[in-house]
């Protein structure tokens, strides 16, 4: 058997912080430690930024449901809901009435679609139940 000499491919790596050319292991992403945490903190900022604006995106829908449940409403409309800066694409669960009905809820506030643009505002007065995690 011949003795192959060992062949270090040199693939185009580069720092993902200032791509300067990596000349490290394979799985080397960084050409510093200063680069890996100038670059973590970037997406950490960028997550956070991210999770702070559905946050306030949940509690705007979350502040508008509750005033008109404190106001007395049972029912509303889309329309209605929209004005006011509700945004239906954003809710924390689900569930589904015996009539196969799904109400979205933004924390313990929520509303059910009726036909004609009408919405039914519900409540959910319970806590949500503990994931069990399995190892
Ligand atoms: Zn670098």
């Given at each position: 058997m011949l003795n192959l000499p060992i062949i270090f491919i040199m693939e185009n790596r580069k720092c993902l912080e200032c791509y300067e050319q990596l000349r490290g292991?394979?799985?080397?992403?960084?050409?510093s430690d200063q680069c890996r945490s100038a670059y973590n903190n970037k997406q950490n900022g960028e997550t956070h930024n991210m999770i702070n604006s559905i946050n306030r995106i949940l509690k705007k829908n979350y502040y508008i449901l509750s005033t008109l449940t404190s106001e007395g409403k049972i029912t509303t409309s889309k329309t209605d809901l929209q004005k006011k800066g509700y945004r239906f694409d954003y809710f924390t669960c689900t569930s589904t009435t015996k009539a196969s009905q799904t109400n979205y809820f933004c924390y313990d506030q929520g509303y059910r679609e009726k036909d004609n643009n009408k919405v039914v505002l519900v409540r959910r007065n319970h806590l949500p139940a503990q994931q069990s995690v399995s190892h």
């Open positions: 292991r394979a799985d080397q992403k960084f050409c």
